[in-house]
């Protein structure tokens, strides 16, 4: 089993659309999880962090279910330019200090 | 503000070659940096992270090496290549200790063993 899985995709969703992802996690001892954003043959770009309160930042909202195990994206109002891979990550702390488990991504499509 | 550099941005080498994939830091001190591969079509693979100048610590075997001689220069070696090694390699950086959170990444270089 993954240590974070997502579905692949891919999202197609018209112009305006509201769209959610979900990723599940199985290692418990995560502490910190994030959303990056990958474009095609592009570095990730860091989104956003997910705070265990949820929080947003204006079209997105990210939530964390630690008793499930799981963290969602929300996308709302959604533009062609948020087409992208998101890739959901999660953190463990050890000796070095920042070791990130990545999701293989879901990918989204936004079309006209 | 810091930026992180990659280079070469892609690189085509036969198999049994040498590789030498060079990442710096600039506009911090003393970063953990990390080296990630991620093949077509799939997730990234942690490959190698540093703390500091002459620590490395791998992830996964395979035939690739990594070095650190400097504080913000993270190197990527292999004395021969795989087919298996063609992917998108990144150079990522994160703040040491307390503040090590989010990590940022390099533009990558993609790598093709041919």
């Known amino acids: 089993r993954k240590e974070v899985e997502q579905d692949p995709g891919p999202f197609n969703v018209p112009e305006g659309a509201t769209v959610a992802f979900n990723c599940t996690y199985s290692?418990?001892?995560?502490?910190?999880f994030f959303w990056y954003r990958q474009d095609c043959r592009k570095e990730p770009k860091l989104l956003m962090s997910v705070y265990s309160s949820g929080n947003e930042d204006g079209r997105f909202t990210a939530q964390l279910n630690r008793a499930s195990q799981y963290i969602s994206l929300l996308i709302r109002d959604s533009k062609l330019s948020d087409s992208a891979t998101y890739l959901c990550v999660a953190r463990v702390n050890n000796n070095a200090g920042n070791m990130l488990t990545f999701g293989g991504g879901t990918r989204l499509m936004v079309k006209p | 503000s810091q930026t992180i550099h990659q280079w070469p941005a892609t690189l085509v080498q036969p198999v049994g070659s040498p590789l030498s994939l060079e990442c710096t830091v600039e506009?911090?001190?003393?970063?953990?940096l990390y080296w990630y591969r991620q093949a077509a079509g799939r997730g990234l693979q942690l490959l190698f992270y540093s703390v500091g100048i002459g620590q490395i610590s791998s992830e996964v075997p395979q035939n690739l090496s990594a070095s650190r001689p400097q504080d913000r220069q993270f190197i990527l070696s292999s004395k021969k290549l795989l087919l298996s090694d063609s992917g998108f390699y990144l150079c990522?950086?994160?703040?040491?200790?307390?503040?090590?959170?989010?990590?940022?990444f390099g533009p990558g270089t993609r790598l093709t063993v041919t």
């Open positions: 290692n418990s001892a995560s502490q910190s």
């Open positions: 506009g911090t001190s003393n970063p953990n």
């Open positions: 990522a950086w994160s703040h040491l200790g307390a503040r090590a959170n989010e990590q940022y």
